[in-house]
C-alpha cells in the first residue's frame, strides 16, 4: 500500500467519522443500561469481522464495565461457542445458527444485537426477526444503506459508508464508545451500585 492510499483510507474514515450518527448510538446505549438495570440478558453476534466485533463487545461490557462492579452486565456472544455454531449448521442449517441459541436462552425484553456490515447476512437478520416475535428489544449495526437487518431491526446504527473494511473499522470505534459510556454511567449513576 502506498503513502498515498493510506492517507487516502484515512482521509475517508475522518470524513465518515464526521458524519457518524450519534443520537442512535446514544439511544443504544441507554437500551443496554436498561437491560443492566432490568438485570436483562444481551446478545451480541456477527459473521467474519462482524463476529470479531460481537466478541469484543462482550469482553469490553463483561470485563471493562462489570470490574469492581457489585452488580454485572450479562453479555453472551453468539458466535464465540465454535462446536455449536458448527453442530447447527452441519446438523440443520447455517442461516439458523444464531436463532437456535436464542431459542434455549432469549426471555422477555432481553436485549439482541446483531452486527451485518451490508446488513444482509440471512442468520443475523433471521435471529434479529426471532427476538422480536419473542419480545426482545433488537439493534442492529450495519453499513452500506442498512440493507434487511437495518429494516428488520427495531433501533439501527448504519455507517454511512460502502466500504467494507470502513464499515467494520467504525463498528468497533462504534463499540468502544458505547462501552465508555456504559462505563461512565455506571460509575456516576447511584442506581448502579459498585462495590
Same mark, same amino acid.
Given at each position: ?79 464465540? $461457542? ?5 453442530? !447447527? @449448521? =452441519?446438523?440443520? /442449517?447455517?442461516?439458523? &445458527?444464531? #436463532? ?22 440471512? $442468520? ?5 426477526? !426471532? @427476538? =422480536?416475535?419473542? /419480545?426482545?428489544?433488537? &439493534?442492529? #449495526? ?54
Amino acid at each position: 500500500m502506498t503513502k498515498e492510499n493510506s492517507q487516502n483510507y484515512l482521509s475517508e474514515i475522518k470524513e465518515v467519522i464526521d458524519r457518524l450518527p450519534l443520537e442512535g448510538l446514544m439511544e443504544i446505549v441507554n437500551l443496554i443500561l436498561t437491560a443492566y438495570e432490568k438485570n436483562k440478558q444481551i446478545f451480541v453476534f456477527g459473521n467474519g469481522g462482524s463476529a470479531s466485533t460481537a466478541s469484543h463487545f462482550a469482553c469490553d461490557i463483561n470485563k471493562t464495565v462489570s470490574l469492581d462492579q457489585e452488580k454485572r452486565f450479562k453479555v453472551i456472544c453468539l458466535n464465540d $461457542n465454535l462446536p455449536t455454531l458448527l453442530a !447447527y @449448521a =452441519n446438523d440443520g /442449517s447455517y442461516k439458523d &445458527i444464531f #436463532l437456535e441459541q436464542l431459542k434455549n436462552f432469549l426471555q422477555p425484553n432481553d436485549l439482541v444485537i446483531g452486527i451485518s456490515g451490508s446488513g444482509n447476512s440471512e $442468520n443475523v437478520v433471521r435471529a434479529i426477526q !426471532y @427476538a =422480536n416475535e419473542n /419480545s426482545a428489544e433488537s &439493534i442492529a #449495526l450495519t453499513g452500506f444503506d442498512g440493507g434487511k437487518l437495518a429494516k428488520t431491526a427495531k433501533n439501527s446504527v448504519i455507517i454511512p459508508v460502502n466500504d467494507m473494511q470502513k464499515v467494520e473499522d467504525l463498528h468497533l470505534i462504534l463499540v468502544h464508545m458505547i462501552m465508555q459510556n456504559c462505563f461512565r454511567k455506571c460509575r456516576t449513576s447511584t442506581s448502579y451500585p459498585s462495590k
